[in-house]
């Protein structure tokens, strides 16, 4: 198997192998855990080009390439450089990839924005983001979490709790998930927040999924229990807001009665929905998921220029 | 590439040198025209005419001009039933029924405003996948977004 030279555009250019396979190459990966560098991307230059901000994907592929023993080439932020001048993403992409850089990761507010500039580009591109749509490799660090734990994904039941409606994390979890067999989803959030169905219509011949209000009704049937937050520029109303927040926050006493091993996950950064004392309990993986981030972007790196060691 | 009804056999029609477009779904003529950007005066129509295997229908006939195969993609995605042939001395040869490609590259623009291909001056051509044919449905390459039948005339 070989994803050297690939363009990673989206979490659909991933077969169920090449996802597990990656997650194989990702615990191999164990010493960077401990804080380590491995030399094994010396000399190698990763672009790493934001055109808005998102502090931690950048961090996380910076800390990867680092942590690899590769250089970044970090583009700064582009809004106050060559866009204000109205420069196109082509010539933007072509510029960079005329330095014969050996991988560009671009993050852009443009849907299909990294599929134009894969067009562009000689360099291989991961798409760290752009619009609205889901990102690979947030996908990819979230499925790995919770790989990493179970040693598998088939048959295990997932309740995807908060604002499903118009978070970016659950449908783009959902297609992920669909790649696995036997696996069922709870969708638990208030019916205005519930999932669109044109994600449904997308997963259900691969997924089993039940829509409820209430974690409660859930609980002991999970293994993993994956929180998003809920904006209030979401509701109609701030009453409306008040009253979900307090629904839909999870604390150790609504995680009474849960499976010895459920874990707990949420993409961070949480406000409310997710009570600090969650943290010291043994479900809790969401900082884990940060780290797992930085690991499995650094495999895929790996993978992807062909590297040995 | 297939025939249907009378373009089997020789039709004669009103312009000497051109293009006929026949069996366009009732309505669609004038579309057409405005999608193919066709000058007036170089135009002979013929609207809500009785027809045996779609009841009624429109006919165009284009004098002096030949469709482009983009062209043709736009005609069939107006109306998948029409059939367009060229004329010589007022006769028109084999009707061809346009068969809508798999790819549609450069044909109609994405309908999501955060698309790369609206982006101004991004060299880049729009690009769908048929993802479905009955009822026609496809997908932009770039974004994604999923386009209906009923979406895409305005879309040309
Ligand atoms: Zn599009």
């Not at chain 1, 934001?50 to 809004?79: C, H, I, N, W, Y």
């Not at chain 1, 999970?222 to 409306?240: A, G």
């Given at each position: 198997m070989t994803l050297k030279g690939r363009d990673i555009i989206s979490f659909f250019d991933f077969s169920r192998e090449e996802v597990e396979y990656l997650f194989r190459r990702a615990d191999e990966l164990e010493s960077l855990r401990r804080g380590e560098t491995l030399n094994v991307a010396n000399g190698k230059?990763?672009?790493?080009?934001?055109?808005?901000?998102?502090?931690?994907?950048?961090?996380?592929?910076?800390?990867?390439?680092?942590?690899?023993?590769?250089?970044?080439?970090?583009?700064?932020?582009?809004?106050?450089?060559?866009?204000?001048?109205?420069e196109t993403l082509a010539d933007t992409i072509k510029m960079i990839d005329g330095y014969k850089v050996d991988l560009i990761v671009l993050r852009h507010p443009s849907e299909g924005a990294s599929k134009l500039a894969a067009e562009f580009a000689e360099a291989p591109v991961i798409n760290a983001g752009d619009g609205s749509r889901e990102h690979p490799t947030q996908t990819l660090l979230d499925l790995y979490t919770i790989w990493r734990e179970f040693k598998h994904i088939d048959n295990l039941n997932i309740g995807i709790m908060g604002d499903l409606k118009y978070g970016r994390t659950p449908s783009s979890l959902s297609y992920g998930l669909s790649l696995f067999s036997n696996v069922k989803i709870y969708y638990i959030a208030p019916e205005i927040l519930q999932i669109r169905e044109e994600v449904l219509e997308m997963v259900e011949r691969k997924i089993r999924y039940e829509k409820i209000e209430k974690?409660?009704?859930?609980?002991?049937?999970?293994?993993?229990?994956?929180?998003?937050?809920?904006?209030?520029?979401?509701?109609?109303?701030?009453?409306?807001?008040?009253?979900?927040?307090?629904?839909?926050?999870?604390?150790?006493?609504?995680?009474?009665?849960?499976?010895?091993?459920?874990?707990v996950m949420h993409p961070l950064p949480r406000v409310t929905e997710l009570s600090p004392e969650v943290d010291s309990t043994k479900h809790a993986r969401y900082f884990q998921q940060a780290v797992n981030g930085m690991v499995i972007r650094a495999a895929l790196i790996k993978e992807i220029l062909g590297l040995e060691g | 590439m297939s025939e249907i009804g009378e373009g089997r056999k020789p039709k004669t029609v009103k312009i000497d040198e051109g293009t006929l477009i026949d069996h366009v779904s009732a309505g669609k003529a004038l579309k057409i025209l405005k999608v193919l950007k066709a000058k007036e005066g170089a135009v002979?129509?013929?609207?809500?005419?009785?027809?045996?295997?779609?009841?009624?229908?429109?006919?165009?006939?284009?004098?002096?001009?030949?469709?482009?195969?983009?062209?043709?993609?736009?005609?069939?995605?107006?109306?998948?039933?029409?059939?367009?042939?060229?004329?010589k001395n007022h006769v028109a040869g084999p009707g061809e029924k346009i068969e809508i490609p798999n790819h549609l590259v450069d044909i109609l623009k994405c309908p999501n405003p955060k698309c790369i291909t609206n982006k101004e001056r991004e060299p880049v051509k729009t690009s769908f996948t048929v993802i479905n044919r009955k009822p026609l449905k496809i997908k932009c390459d770039y974004c994604d977004k999923i386009v209906k039948e009923e979406e895409i005339e305005k879309l040309l």
């Open positions: 230059i990763v672009a790493v080009i934001f055109f808005e901000p998102s502090t931690r994907t950048r961090l996380s592929f910076t800390m990867a390439v680092k942590r690899l023993g590769g250089d970044v080439l970090d583009f700064g932020e582009v809004q106050r450089t060559s866009v204000a001048k109205g974690l409660q009704d859930a609980i002991n049937e999970l293994d993993v229990l994956y929180v998003t937050r809920i904006q209030k520029e979401r509701l109609p109303n701030p009453e409306e807001y008040e009253k979900l927040k307090g629904l839909y926050t999870v604390t150790p006493s609504s995680l009474e009665g849960c499976k010895e091993n459920l874990i | 002979i129509l013929a609207l809500n005419v009785p027809n045996e295997e779609i009841k009624v229908k429109d006919v165009v006939e284009l004098r002096k001009r030949y469709l482009k195969e983009e062209e043709k993609i736009k005609v069939a995605l107006l109306s998948p039933t029409a059939t367009i042939s060229t004329v």
